[in-house]
């Protein structure tokens, strides 16, 4: 079966469903692809808020907020890697999203005079996030959602995406597994935009839902495109002990405070001036060396504390993460702290695109968390990330509008092609006996990344761990599954995504290991500086003749020079 569109949108969260609706306003014909229902996306998870230079709130000296000064803060917290065109954009586009989110129908917390309620974040010198309760992107996703099903725009919802077509260098659509029914679908477009989010369940100690297995990078990489600066990976410094649920940075913003096992409040030490609200890799890292000399919790954690906050406030902003708690770590935030450690978080790298959202391979658009525009550099801000969903998902779908006019859709001898291709290889998978298992393999993996590639690096450990992420590859190739029925086969997509885990783990790898030096998220212990002279450069990958290959190309700089970091 072919599917025919002008645009379709891989990914049901926040950025596809917002390029989904800006294709549908063009009066184009456009659908969605999703492995999940839409609002079981990772964008449903996103609790702290959303940045955006509203001004509702003044600073410290009684300034108001504005689009520069939160390109400021971006550029400086993504540790000067950030490309500052894309940052601009960003941010100048910002408010306008926020608003037109409230017109859609989000309901933001509101300031006594009724305007959208903002609160401090970490790294910005502004209060600047907006929010909803602890719940912002469930409030956005549920709205985006709801205007997508009103307009009828045709989603595929449980639909694996099993490869990219391409055609004369071309991307021209791609192939799905049913999950249902265990059928391969063809598509064909004359754009396919990448929304499909992040990698992080390529370590075993994680924020993400289980489905962030980082598909679309994996799939773009097959086909051609390039990946950008993955070696920069997240550490939320705040994730519940035991299970690593994120605790949301708005519990900082509201003042929350974090302290050691001898009831010190560490981060004084490390950011005076910051204190519990500098950016997250410093925070992370500060929390990490806490431990690691003794100062911590028997078992590698230290206390977030809003007891001094008081019920009602924790009960108005924080619902959700005093629910959190209790459900998951037996404690009341009214009246204990709360245990949490750093847990992987969110992926600055993706599939290099430009400020328009175009890859390297044609026809083939890519925005939010799988993608690298490049707005967060090294080193996300809190907040940032639910901005640039629907910043860029609107942005980027514009462009796609802009380029479909000169375009015709291509015959469906590719897409046929592919399907056959796909339903033998599909096969082959399912008739291997006697091979070892999934979960086994993956959880090797897992824990070969967190201890090889965690927040703190170093080259013997490195090369080390990426020895054992080819070893792993290599028994991939002999994985059987014990089910072995097309329909309704969730071992086959635990294995699919597998397949393309590893490849992101090796790309991580080669650019954590070729980057000597310490920047943002990256931290070197044998290069502990920044090294402008020579890495101030976006790190690229890709495969030719199945080998992966790194190469450099440079950053975007604009009015922010290059400076060093003080919180």
Known sequence: MIHHYDVLIIGGGLTGLRAALRVSDAGLNGAVVSKVHPLRSHSVAAQGGMNASLG???????????????????VKGS?????????????????????????MGTVWSRLADGKIAQRPFGGAGFPRTCYAADRTGHNALHTLYEHVSGRQIPVYEEFFVTSLVTKDGRCIGCTALELMTGQVHGFLAKAVLMASGGFGRIFNKSTNALINTGDGPALALRAGALLKDMEFVQFHPTTLYGTNI???????????????QNGERFMERYAPNS?????????????????????????????????HLGAARITERLPG???????????????????????????????DADINGATALPGLYAAGECACISVHGANRLGGNSLVETVVFGRLVAEKI????????????????????????????ILRREGG????????????????????????????????????????VGHVSLQNKERKLNQALIRFLELEGMLLLAEAVARGAL??????????????????????????????????????YKPVTLGVFEPRERVY
């Open 56 to 74: 509702n709130v003044k600073g410290e000296d009684g300034t108001k907020d504005s689009w520069k000064n939160h390109a400021y803060d971006t």
């Open 79 to 103: 540790d000067y890697l950030a490309d500052q065109d894309a940052v601009e954009r960003l941010c100048r586009e910002a408010p306008t999203a926020v608003i037109e989110l409230e017109h």
């Open 246 to 260: 994120l605790i949301t940075e708005g519990a900082r913003g509201e003042g929350g405070i974090l302290l050691n």
């Open 275 to 307: 204190v519990d609200l500098a950016p997250r890799d410093v925070v992370a890292r500060s929390i990490e060396q806490e431990i690691a000399e003794g100062r911590g919790y028997d078992g590698g954690y230290v206390h977030l504390d809003l007891r």
């Open 321 to 351: 993460i005093r629910q959190i708690a209790i459900d998951f770590a037996g404690v009341d935030p009214i009246q204990d702290p709360v245990p949490v450690q750093p847990g992987q978080h969110y992926s600055m790298g993706g599939i």
């Open 401 to 428: 509008i802009e380029d479909v006019e000169e375009m015709t859709l291509a015959n469906d001898e590719p897409v046929k092609a592919a399907i056959k291709s796909t339903n033998d290889r599909i096969e082959g």
């Open 436 to 475: 070892e298992l999934v979960f086994g393999i993956k959880d090797v993996m897992t824990n070969n990344m967190s201890n090889k590639f965690g927040i703190f690096r170093e080259k013997q450990k490195m090369r080390e761990g990426l020895d054992e992420i080819k070893k792993i590859q290599e028994q």
């Open 514 to 551: 070729a980057r000597e030096e310490s920047r943002g998220s990256h931290k070197r212990t044998d290069y502990p500086e920044r090294d402008d002279l020579n890495f101030l450069k976006h790190t690229l990958v890709g495969l030719r003749d199945d080998t992966m290959h790194v190469s």
